[in-house]
């Protein structure tokens, strides 16, 4: 058994958003990451694809989610399950939005349009 301290968890700050590792591959020896995101408010996150699925679990807060031509928006105790491969876009309403969000460790991100650009962001690996 792993057990990771809040402590030793690790803080990745975004001009939107801060995202708190609570585990992963770096932290914990975990195949899976998950963390929790704080999305301040009326922020429209950019457009972008995961070559994983995500498994998306709003705490407090709004936000509307657009994934592939669809929208919806999830509140406190929603789940979104967003599917690889597929464009996705986070809006946080007037509030702003917590979540905590896991995914394979291995995730790879790219803006549409730009795949020879993948990235694994920090607050996953």
Known sequence: MTLV???????SETPNAVMTTLASPT???????IWRTEVKPDVKGPAHIF???QIW??????ATIELGG???TAGPG??????AHVTRQLIAGPQ???AIVTAPADAHAWTPGDADNKITPPWIA
């Open 27 to 33: 932290l914990g020896g975990a195949r899976s990451s």
């Open 96 to 98: 702003g939005y917590t």
């Open 70 to 72: 669809e929208t919806s």
């Open 51 to 53: 070559d994983v699925e």
């Open 57 to 62: 679990t709003f705490l407090e807060g709004e």
């Open 5 to 11: 301290r809040h402590a030793e968890s690790r803080r």
């Open 78 to 83: 929603d789940t979104a399950v967003l599917p």
